[in-house]
């Protein structure tokens, strides 16, 4: 009985395998159409911006018997900004990995919301980078994109991409700020002033930056104007400058577009709906390269993030970025 | 077959017996194995501000004996902000639990937290004196 089983059960095993084994995998070389096609890819990444461009890659081609392309274009939901282009080079890549350009046509033209580039050269095949910058009407809103070809032989091709959000907020960036100079900051202009300058924004300056060497861990500060004294030592407030700004103290939160390194982190506008500072606090001291301090101005109107990308304590001096959010 | 089927049984039936008698080991209400330990202390102890990083320069002072830590903080520190961290003798637990931010800013009243012991049996609290440097 145990034999019968044994070998009943070794017989059932090897069928199986042998069936499984055996089945045979059918392959054929994929055909390609013989039409007109296009494909298209966002390459930008992270929120889009207003005055920030959003790169795409357009390709089209057909083959080298049905003719040639004699026009790209883009049609944008809402028109970009003057400085959005259609590329009037097509790219490939190097064995190096770099980018070349190969000129197929006259730059482009915008009409309205659609970018054109008409071909010139007798090309078969191209790739062209399209560069969409939003403007402030798109701020906010939703934009899809329709990207369409033309070939001499009548064929069009189009495809269509999006929705994009256009984020709310706001960026600057480099704003070079100074112990001896520009120490006023104000979120509402985004901008520093110096002493001279300050008593005539005095009603929005919402920071002041300093450094010190006592005692040792001063350094570089942002410092609210309403701060205790002993935060804003040797520092003569212009008339009015009294804003009570919360702030809170974080390191390396390297957003990409602020801090333009290879960090692929990036702010977006639900990091300050969702952002919680709590009581906050008005003063933040020893701050360096790849630090970030994250700001409520006194009337709740904005919240920002402002990132550290460079500190010289010689020379005391640095350079700020700014993301800002409008709340109300 | 039939004697390997009542092979096979059997074994099954000793296994499911010698695991339905094996005695849970002990855990107390927060699923954490009470051992037989009975050390009970803080063997380092460290404030990290809004940052994530240290607030002090030097190392915090632990007195097991008088069952105090001392430290100070770098000035301009956040002291509504802090997240302490304890270092416990093996098998210890914290109580209360830090689960958020602590407010350390009163410096005139010291927050105390209290080391129990593996074995549950020993409890110690310590006091933790904040100091700001000036």
Known sequence: MTKKFF?????????????????????????????????????????????????????????????????????????????????????????????????????????????????????????LRYYYVPAEAARGKEVSFKFTARASNGETV??????????????????????AGAKYISITDMAAYNQADAPAHADKIDLVYLYRTTPASFGHALVAPAADPKYLPGITLPTGVNRNTKLMKVWQLRDQQLARDQFGVFIDDADFQQLNIGEGINYTLGLAKDYGVWVETTDGKYRAYIFVNAASNPNKTATLSIKRYTMK | MKKYISAVFMVMFFATIWMGCKKDSPVDEDGLLITTRAECFVSSFEMLGSDHLVTHGKSATIDTAAQTIKITVRFGTDLKKIWPRFGLAQDCKLDPKITTWVDFSDLTTQRSWTVISGNRQVKKTYKVFVTVEQ
């Open chain 1, 7 to 127: 070998r009943y059960t070794t017989t059932l095993a090897a069928a199986a395998l042998m069936f499984a084994s055996c089945s045979d995998k059918d392959y054929a070389v994929p055909q390609p159409k013989n039409e007109l096609q296009n494909d298209a890819i966002k390459r930008s990444i992270g929120p889009s911006l207003v005055g920030r461009a959003m790169e795409f890659a357009y390709a089209m081609a057909l083959p080298a018997d049905k003719g040639k392309i004699v026009s790209a274009q883009v049609e944008a939901s809402i028109a970009g900004a003057p400085t959005t282009y259609l590329e009037h080079r097509s790219f490939f890549t190097t064995g190096g990995g770099l980018d070349s350009g190969v000129v197929i046509g006259n730059p482009s033209e915008n009409k309205d919301n659609i970018t054109t580039v008409t071909f010139s050269k007798d090309t078969m095949a191209a790739t």
């Open chain 1, 158 to 179: 189009t495809y269509n991409l999006g929705p994009f959000k256009v984020a709310n907020m706001e960026m600057k960036l480099d704003i070079p700020v100074s112990d």
